[in-house]
């Protein structure tokens, strides 16, 4: 059973920086591609960043680019996403998703498994 868990969501300021994790199991972790992805109230859930299994490509959507670093920790299981300089638009639940062989890197429906998600709210 694939499992993942997402943790580091919090309230911060305008400006701020939030670290994001996400845990995985039941999945060959090393074969799998990982994304984040983001859905605030009202909206469709988008894609914010992608990392391919060795970590050699990743995708950033251009709401995000300069600002967010999507990384990975093979030995760990581990999927990070390093936010800084927050925007009020950043705020959303956040969602780590995984698939072995997504479409595209960006498309919510292209990743089969996702986790629970973490809130993350950006104030002015």
């Known amino acids: 059973q694939v499992q993942l868990v997402e943790s580091g969501g919090d309230s911060v300021q305008a400006g701020g920086s939030l670290r994001l994790s996400c845990v995985a199991s039941g999945i060959t972790y090393n074969k799998t591609f990982m994304g984040w992805f983001r859905q605030a109230p009202g909206q469709e859930r988008e894609g914010v960043a992608s990392?391919?299994?060795?970590?050699?490509?990743?995708w950033y959507d251009d709401s995000v680019k300069g600002r967010f670093t999507i990384a990975r920790d093979n030995a760990k299981n581990a999927l990070f996403l390093q936010m800084n300089t927050l925007k009020p638009e950043d705020t959303a639940r956040y969602y780590c998703?995984?698939?072995?062989?997504?479409?595209?890197?960006?498309?919510?429906?292209?990743?089969?498994?996702w986790g629970q998600g973490t809130q993350v709210d950006v104030s002015s």
């Open positions: 990392i391919s299994p060795g970590s050699k490509s990743t």
């Open positions: 998703a995984a698939d072995l062989r997504p479409a595209n890197y960006y498309r919510p429906s292209d990743f089969a498994y």
